[in-house]
């Protein structure tokens, strides 16, 4: 299984752009890159995903190294609604996903 | 509109006693998947299944059961083999290929012990 490092928490302003960092060094050329977020007392909800190339979509990009060792979510203007934990999930093409610890992100007023 | 539901949203469970989750989709997703969260903890995989009538294993299985009688519907029982069943209890869904595709959540049951 990739293992996953993320930062254990951020912060950043509201409607500054925000970079959530993770390493996965062990991956392998065929996992998918996935990131949820999980609001307090919520399930989680799904973010974005990608294998190479970055990727964009209406709430978040992501940015892929290319050597695939680590990726960047790109929150491009945070909101008080973006407050939450994210995970980083490298999907392997088994059936489960491993959710780590993930990175509690304060978004402040 | 289409999604995953659970119920109860607050479930107890006295000692001894075996308790059963509802989780209910209406996704037409062949996959399901029961996850268990401690405080401050990512989420574990108990039990999963792709088809109706099959399930498999996940991490933590031990203590938990389940079935896969109809394609919208998976739901978990935890029994009294489970000694520390306190946490907070996810239901998801996906469509294949389950690498590629994301994981659609409920809103999650929290269950303590009396």
């Known amino acids: 299984d990739a293992k996953t490092t993320q930062p254990n928490s951020m912060e950043s302003n509201e409607e500054e752009p925000v970079h959530l960092p993770c390493n996965h060094s062990?991956?392998?050329?065929?996992?998918?890159i996935h990131w949820y977020r999980q609001l307090p007392s919520q399930g989680p909800e799904y973010v974005i995903h990608?294998?190479?190339s970055n990727v964009n979509n209406r709430m978040a990009s992501l940015a892929i190294a290319e050597d695939r060792k680590s990726s960047t979510l790109i929150l491009h203007r945070a909101t008080l609604r973006d407050a939450a934990v994210y995970y980083c999930?490298?999907?392997?093409?088994?059936?489960?996903?491993?959710f780590g610890t993930g990175t509690s992100l304060t978004v402040i007023p | 509109d289409g999604g995953i539901t659970q119920s109860p949203k607050y479930l107890f469970r006295k000692e001894g006693q075996n308790v059963t989750l509802s989780c209910e989709q209406n996704?037409?997703?062949?996959?399901m998947y029961w996850y268990r969260q401690d405080p401050g903890q990512g989420l574990r995989l108990i039990y999963y299944?792709?088809?109706?009538?099959?399930?498999q294993k996940g991490d933590i299985a031990e203590g938990y059961s389940v079935s896969r009688e109809k394609k919208e519907s998976f739901p978990l029982t935890v029994t009294s083999a489970q000694k520390n069943p306190t946490a907070f209890y996810l239901c998801?869904?996906?469509?294949?290929?389950?690498?590629?595709?994301?994981?659609?959540f409920g809103d999650g049951t929290r269950l303590s012990i009396l």
């Open positions: 998801a869904s996906s469509a294949p290929p389950w690498y590629n595709q994301p994981q659609h």
């Open positions: 062990t991956i392998s050329g065929t996992d998918y």
């Open positions: 990608g294998l190479t």
């Open positions: 999930i490298p999907r392997e093409t088994g059936n489960q996903f491993y």
């Open positions: 996704l037409n997703h062949d996959a």
């Open positions: 299944s792709q088809i109706v009538n099959d399930f």
